[in-house]
């Protein structure tokens, strides 16, 4: 079984049920998830993601040491780096996590399939900004020079705008129509993003939409050969 999830925004301090999701994640992980061959994190797992030099946040430290020990265990987790995630993804190797950035192919179960963040198809100003902002060498040499306790908040309020700016359903339109592209291809496109879960099939192609862990709880599935969009029971 291969597990693809993403989206959950951990760290925002603005977020309803924070605590009560990190919870529900981490039971996740310890069920669903440990019985994957495969996991793909598909992005935005954190509200902002920013690699230091030194330090790294506490309020990511449960979430990351569950991930590591699955790398541990053998279970490849593959990390998407979203259009909330910055740096070259150093730490998150040491954790043994592969990480990735754009969009990768992947044989599984004898499909092509293609992953992504989704954010590559998105030309809202809001998700502009945020590349601009914190993918340039320059800005992220400065920002180091900036005490981790007052940038990480400044960054998560930054984070925080630029999301609520994002019209959703154009986002999971735009991202719709790219994977219909992309299935020219591919048999299977998996995306995030646009924090819309979304399964379509046709003609043995599909397109999924992972959804997002705030308020859909919702994850995608890759089970010999068949491809699945569910839901966690959330009380």
């Not at 449960?62 to 910055?86: K, P, W």
């Amino acid at each position: 079984m291969y597990l693809f999830f993403g989206d959950a925004h951990f760290g925002n301090r603005y977020t309803n049920r924070e605590d009560e999701r990190i919870r529900l994640f981490v039971r996740f992980l310890r069920g669903q998830a440990q019985r994957a061959r495969r996991v793909f994190i598909i992005g935005d797992l954190f509200e902002f993601w920013f690699e230091y030099r030194t330090v790294v946040p506490k309020r990511y430290f449960n979430i990351l040491s569950h991930l590591s020990e699955m790398a541990n265990m053998g279970i490849e987790v593959n990390y998407f780096m979203g259009n909330h995630e910055f740096g070259d993804g150093g730490f998150l190797k040491s954790l043994g996590f592969k990480v990735f950035t754009g969009e990768h192919v992947f044989n599984l179960d004898g499909l092509k399939v293609l992953v992504g963040h989704g954010d590559s198809a998105d030309d809202a100003a809001a998700t502009t900004f945020m590349n601009h902002l914190f993918r340039s060498k320059v800005n992220q040499f400065l920002y180091r020079l900036i005490h981790p306790d007052i940038g990480i908040e400044l960054a998560k309020a930054i984070a925080r705008a630029s999301r609520e700016k994002i019209d959703l359903h154009d986002s999971s339109r735009k991202l719709g129509n790219y994977a219909r592209q992309k299935l020219a291809l591919v048999d299977v496109v998996v995306f995030g993003h646009s924090h819309m879960p979304v399964h379509t099939h046709h003609a043995g192609k599909h397109y999924l939409n992972v959804g997002d862990f705030l308020n859909h709880f919702t994850y995608g599935v890759i089970d010999h050969g068949r491809v699945f969009l569910k839901r966690l029971k959330v009380k």
